[in-house]
């Protein structure tokens, strides 16, 4: 397989024809399971992420139920978790697991894995006009990676002392020390396993894209010809390259401190009654390798996202992408500046406070390069003529929650202000909003709009609609309210608010949050059956249906190894040529040459 | 049974989905359209929603501001806190209004130019001037926050004191806290894990000299307009000492102490006598009896704000704003560490 592969690279790079008779006929293994095709290993990357999003999701409607209604009894989750819901009553340990299995889940399975793996794996060989990845095998081994995390992570649900729960940061001591609580057994070396493999194939997946991207893009694809998708999808795999391993050193460190007994992070310590015998470590440590990797990461999840809206929103305004340099510019600077930020997860936790001001100062200026995205979303909508494909409405909602979620960034990231709101409700308001909600409503974005590309069918369209209404509305009602019950003083991460007589007056927030949830949860019954029902009954594509300018529209609809039959396109244009005057059409493809005295871009 | 009944009301509800699906398709096949392409009719409606989607999202917000920001925590209770309280409001304001001038516009902009058939969009790829503007007006109102921020923290993190502050121990373990006050000294004596031993429960170095006046308690009581600078140790996992009332929070980090200083400025008695507070309690009072629980006085609170175990949501101590001499009594009566061990 790694010889294909190696074919097609080369045949790429002088972008010349390609004679596809001399393939082996594909069976069921090579065609489904051990794919080394680009568009299969996405397809992979999107179905795995689409279940472990189910499974996080569906985590987290049982744990607002318990949220709205502490203490009560609901058998649906003793069904689920059995002896950790004796009676239907949610077990305290079990919650927390599910918390942080939930954050572990969506942060690194879903919006990593399944977002970055989905995209960048379809739209890098096609958009450039690449016939696969550089290397074909190494795509399929990053796949495989993750596939086993992925089953890791899951098998880690049903060990006995129950899944890893000191949060989706698992920091040390508490997820060091088994005797600390039960999730920090078993459950938690199955987490670090799960994440090392993770790590692993994050890496090759990212290495590969960044080498393709650079060296196989076709003939005239200029850096700055480059679609905005894969602009993002470079730089976020640049930023994973660089911050991943640390990530992984972190992981390691405590591997080494759980069964080896170093004292990386742990320093004297007296936990149910025993004194330990390490000394001379600090867990600070550990939250600074942490959040080395943790602060990128919102980035590695949020620049694809915003990658896919750029094109989407330019194609469907059918109007360009306004201020293309601008966006350039901008993701780079975000890209920067994510990695000096990340002592704003840690302004009070012990670091030095003239830190504080500094990451105070680094922080705040991420606010400028994102105003400017935002700006031009916007202008690009200005004069268009927008259609409304669900694609084109989750893009808008995107930039919605983007400016919403980023907002409030301005206050978690001054760090005389985070002393009062950290690791309240507001913290966790935040994030989802300009990180979850935005980057899985570019994730549907993508889906819908390179639906198409991928199974060479339509979706259908009005059950697009309304799952996108459902899950936008339901989105807002979820997070929006969190704002409020975080400036009363709660406490994320609480099983119960119950102990405390001045959040009672929060329980009607809670129980609005809780209905919003399930609503929105639901919901999301409705694309996964769009996606299935289509897959296979839904009407055959069209050659561009959305009457694109990329490359990968040119590409045939019925996938073949090599993408284009006979020679790869040649670009002679920029992306972004929608309703360029002197054209017929309102979109002008990038393989079409340059008219005479034609102004180029 | 009940999962039987389940199942098949689930295969049930797939089944008329996809007769549904079927009926949809034939029905547009015989008007000849094709599902997936977006008419003008759609961008009519789907234009329409959104305009309706950005105003119902504004009065929403303008309807939570009105009934949940009463719901939010009280003037603050100590010195600090009031600074704290004034950079918030400023950066609220300033985003709000930039909430309430760009989402207006990216819904207003989808309605206005909602697609139509015999419609061209404008070419329209850049222009440097606006982009200017955008880079640089956000920068400019960053600048001050930045400043303003800055100098906030500076204040906060490096308080000048004109009295000398009283030292405090904020002690935290699975899952409560305790308290040692550094006694006449005010100075507290050596302690480490290693020495827990019976009554001696935050480890206290006996042979150190310091240690013998300092008083071990179960509530924190702080006399009102003195600093207090609090040192936070913890004996097994990370902690969090949120006192919320007072704008103050630091993590509790086995291995290390921590440290946070503030200017209590409300006692207790005095702040359940403010209008805001006291419509707080009669609210959740009135939710109290309907529920048949026992009624509540509003405190100060110490609470632990980062997970540390299944008890984390039940880690809570009373904080008691007094007067100079009812703190001063309150602590004559703790013992001393040399009278309990």
Redesign the interface.
Known sequence: MADHAQEHAHDTAHAEGHDHDEHPVDNFWTKYIFSTDHKMIAKQFLITGMFMGLVGVFMSMLFRLQLAWPGESFPILETFLGKWAPDGVL???MY?ALVTIHGTIMVFFVLTAGLSGTFSNLLIPLQIGARDMASGFLNMISYWFFAASSVVMLTSLFVETGPAS??WTV?P??SA?PQ??PGSGAGMTLWLVSMTLFVGGSLIGSLNYIVTVINLRTKGMTMTRLPLTIWAFLVTAILGVLSFPVLLSAALLLIFDRSMGTSFY???????GE?LSN??????LYEHLFWFLGHPEVYIILLPALGITSEVIATN????I?????MIGSILAIAFLSFVVWGHHMF???MN?FL??VF??TT??I??PS??K???Y??T?????????PAM?FS?AL??TF??GG??G??LG????D??V???YFVVAHFHIVMGLSAIFGMFAGVYHWFPKMYGR?????MG?LHF?IS??TA?GVF??MH?TG???L?R?????A????F????D?NVIITFFAIGGGIAQVIFI?NFF?SMW?G?KAPQN?WRSNTLEWTAPVEHMHGNWPGAIPEVQRWP?D????GYEE?FVPQNVPIKKGEHA? | MTGIITIVVLVLA?IT??QL?RV?ELSSKARKQ?????TDR??NY??W??LL?GIA?IV??FW?LYA??P???PKPASEHGV??DS??KI??W??IA??LL??P???Y??WR????KD?????????NR??FI??IV??II?AV??IY??T???N???PKNEKEPIVVEVYAQ?FKWIIRYAGEDNKLGYA???L?KDANVV?VDTLDLLSADDKVASEIHLPVGRPVLFR?RS????H?A?M??F?????C????T?QFQFTPSVTTADIRQDANVQA?VA??NA??TEKG?ES?A?DY?L????????????M?MNIVVESEEEYAKWLAEQKTIAETL
């Open positions: 077990d305290p340990n927390l000191g949060g920091y001591p508490l020390l600390a609580m742990l320093s004297d310590i007296m936990v149910a004194l000394q001379g470590g600090s867990p600070i305004s059918r109007k360009p306004f201020g293309y340099r601008a009070i936790t012990g406070p504080g001001s105070t100062f705040l200026l606010a400028i105003a400017v935002a700006f031009n916007i202008t909508l200005w004069k268009g003529n927008i259609q409304f494909t409405l808008i930039v919605s400016v919403a907002l409030t301005i206050i001054d760090s005389a202000l002393i009062n950290h690791d309240t339509m979706m259908n369209k009005t609609y209404w936008f509305v807002y929006f309210p409020f400036l009363a003083g406490p991460r609480y099983y119960s608010s102990e405390f007589p001045i009672d007056e929060l329980h927030i059956f029902y009954r009407p249906p972004y929608y309703s360029k005057p309102d871009h | 797939v989905a996809l699906m949809f094709v599902e997936y392409e977006v759609d961008n789907q234009g929603l959104m989607f999202m929403s917000l939570m949940w920001l719901l939010t925590l600074e704290i950079l918030f950066s609220m300033v985003i930039m909430f760009v989402q516009i990216l819904f902009l989808a130019y909602r697609g139509a419609r061209k969009a404008a070419y329209y790829e850049h222009n606006l982009e955008w880079t956000p920068a960053l926050l930045i921020g800055m906030t923290w500076s906060v993190m490096s699975q480490n894990v290693r827990i480890g936070f004996q097994d996992v990370i969090s949120y919320p009332h704008r103050a929070q630091m993590n980090v086995p291995g290390m921590t707080k609210r959740i939710l109290r629980l509540y509003y609170l609470l632990c704000n980062k997970v540390c175990g299944s008890g984390h949501f039940n809570q």
